[in-house]
């Protein structure tokens, strides 16, 4: 029987503190007690809590877009204080939008014998969207909670939520 796997995606301090390079905004701070209960919630057996979070070099060519933003080993590629790893969390870094580019996700769900994914995290229309279009593309399934995605943008916010629902098949609950 396969496990349900909990990404929680970007909650690093750049994104999330407000002397962060990328802060979000206060909406984004506000998800912070849902996703610490989810946490707790997937601290269970036949449950998998998979912390993916940037990790950029210095010189990465994203920074051509977005200001310089969680450098690998810096403080602004952290997670946040509110949301310490425990002992069994997994921890993948990225470079890109998606959870999946370039990263060992897919080994670490195969492994894990994960068969539904549900996310939380930052920003909704960037990196839990691309996330959950490349959970569509494997054909595993996905959900999104509402209330623990959050976005600088509410318009992209409310057609990423759209798009994952509408689209690519994830529930958003």
């Given at each position: 029987m396969g496990k349900t796997a909990l990404l929680v995606i970007d909650m690093l301090n750049d994104f999330l503190d407000p002397g962060g390079s990328l802060y979000?905004?206060?909406?984004?701070?506000?998800?912070i007690p849902f996703v610490?209960?989810?946490?707790?919630?997937?601290?269970?057996?036949?449950r998998v809590v998979i912390f993916v979070g940037?990790?950029?070099?210095?010189?990465?060519?994203?920074f051509s877009a977005f200001p310089a933003h969680a450098v690998k080993g810096s403080w602004g590629a952290g997670i946040i204080p509110e949301l310490p790893p425990a002992p069994g969390?997994?921890?993948?870094?990225k470079t890109r939008h998606s959870a999946f580019d370039d990263t060992n996700l897919d080994d670490l769900l195969r492994q894990a014998q994960v068969e539904e994914v549900h996310l939380v995290g930052v920003?909704?229309?960037?990196?839990?969207?691309?996330t959950v279009q490349d959970l569509f593309h494997r054909k595993l399934p996905g959900l999104v909670y509402r209330q623990g995605v959050a976005d600088s943008d509410p318009e992209a916010h409310a057609a990423a939520l759209?798009?994952?629902?509408?689209v690519l098949g994830a529930k958003v609950v």
């Open positions: 979000v905004g206060a909406q984004a701070r506000e998800i610490a209960r989810k946490i707790a919630e997937f601290r269970a057996p036949g940037d990790a950029h070099a210095a010189d990465d060519p994203e969390d997994y921890r993948v870094d920003l909704t229309s960037i990196c839990v969207l691309s759209k798009q994952m629902q509408q």
